[in-house]
């Protein structure tokens, strides 16, 4: 994935209005790079032939609902990343980090909690799952960095076993390593060929072009899209696809429409108005 400072700058210029978000990500990116070293330890305790097994039989690698993983160094990341919301909301901060600290079963039921709803990374920034100060807007950012501490982990186990997953020609709409509903859809390459790509772990696998990742669905009557904007400016690589039979809707780029490689982290945040008005219609 490309994450250089370049990178930054680039999407930095190219979308202003954005300007907050895409800070915010660069201190995730700086510390999950920082702490590199650490990220290597496998928490997850998965052989490759359990790994082979489980996709064979249509199940994801990791399901964190259930499975149990160390929570040692996710834990220790995440207290790190406290320090994003540290300079504007120290006391809310400060709150959390003594829950955490001092409860040793706190971070897991967080992470427990938000494993266990159904919405895409997209849809849970949105969403504040922690009540300590109603009117702390950086609250919303607790499940994002919740979902960050586990991603270096869940990232290497997807670089451990690529091989292992493109073999096992997973054809699910969710991710074969962690579970969660995949958050875009990319099309690639000249043939259009299209993936869908999961932020939590990094993971990409092929997909129908005509199929909704949430439910199935293949009727084409059932499938459509909308874009925003002009066709012909820079929103013309992004489409809404949206299915009427579950209501449900996924971001599409089309990464052939771009200059550059596109890293889908920031891609995700710069579409958010497209979220927006996909559940003003009423898709989740
Ligand atoms: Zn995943
Ligand atoms: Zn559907």
């Not at 990116?29 to 998965?46: C, P, Q, T």
């Not at 991710?175 to 932020?199: H, T």
Request: hydrophobic fraction near 30%; charge should be negative; aromatic fraction near 8%.
């Amino acid at each position: 994935m490309v994450n250089t400072i370049e990178t930054f700058e680039r999407y930095r210029k190219e979308f202003p209005h954005y300007l907050e978000f895409i800070e915010t990500l660069q201190q995730i990116v700086l510390l999950r790079n920082e702490n590199v070293a650490a990220h290597k330890k496998d928490i997850f305790s998965l052989t490759q032939s359990d790994a082979i097994q489980k996709l064979k039989e249509g199940r994801p690698l990791i399901n964190l609902h259930n499975d149990l993983f160390a929570d040692q160094e996710p834990e220790k990341y995440f207290l790190k990343l406290l320090s994003i919301t540290e300079k504007d909301h120290p006391e809310a901060t400060a709150e959390l980090r003594k829950t955490i600290t001092t409860d040793e079963n706190a971070y897991r039921d967080l992470i427990t909690d938000l494993f266990s709803r159904k919405t895409s990374l997209a849809q849970n920034k949105n969403q504040r799952i922690l009540n300590i100060d109603e009117h702390a807007d950086h609250l919303d950012l607790i499940p994002l960095l919740l979902h960050e501490s586990l991603k270096p982990f869940f990232s290497q186990l997807t670089k451990d076993l690529k091989q292992v997953i493109e073999n096992s020609g997973w054809s699910q709409g969710i991710c074969p390593a962690c579970s969660r509903p995949a958050d875009l859809s990319l099309i690639r390459e000249e043939e259009g060929k299209r993936s869908l790509f999961c932020l939590q772990c990094d993971c990409e696998w092929p997909y129908k072009r005509m199929q909704c990742p949430s439910c199935g669905e293949e009727d084409q009557q059932k499938l459509s899209y909308f874009t925003l904007g002009d066709t012909d400016d820079k929103d013309a690589k992004y489409r809404v696809n949206i299915c009427r039979q579950c209501q449900s809707y996924i971001k599409n780029i089309d990464t052939r429409k771009s200059k550059n490689e596109i890293n889908p982290e920031i891609e995700n945040l710069i579409t958010l108005h497209l979220d927006l008005q996909a559940m003003k219609e009423g898709f989740q």
